[in-house]
């Protein structure tokens, strides 16, 4: 699995929260950081979407993070992403920059995610996929990591 997203950790406490979870992941969770665009928003966005394109393998499955993306519990996910894993093709997850992911990078995505409808920090979202990812696969492998029953 391939994570792509704009910008490059520089906080440490994100970094280790990102790395927490990936380094747990089978199949690894392999992260490429795209540079930063300039300019207007627009541009920005333009730029962002440039490299994160040139960052996709040809026959990837991309599913990019997005907040009109879907949304799904955990157990759901889980079935998603083990469905996903299925199709025999690299999966990557693509996450845009502080304005967003350009409309290019929407329309070549295979799938949308969402995290919820609250707005995350882009840097922070790396490191909610990589522990829902985790959780997804510790579900999928009946590893007692996720309790889903309520108190």
Known sequence: MRLIAVGRMKDRVEHDLFQR???RLTPRL???EIAEGRG??????RREAQGLLAALPERAFAVALDEGGRTHDSMA???VV???MGLARPLCFVIGGAEGLDGSVLARADDTLSLGPMTWPHMLVRGLLAEQLYRARAIASGHPYHRAGRP
């Open 77 to 79: 996910f889980a079935r």
């Open 30 to 32: 392999d992260l490429v």
């Open 21 to 23: 979870y990936a380094a």
């Open 40 to 45: 207007a928003a627009v541009e920005i966005k």
């Open 82 to 84: 083990e469905r996903w």
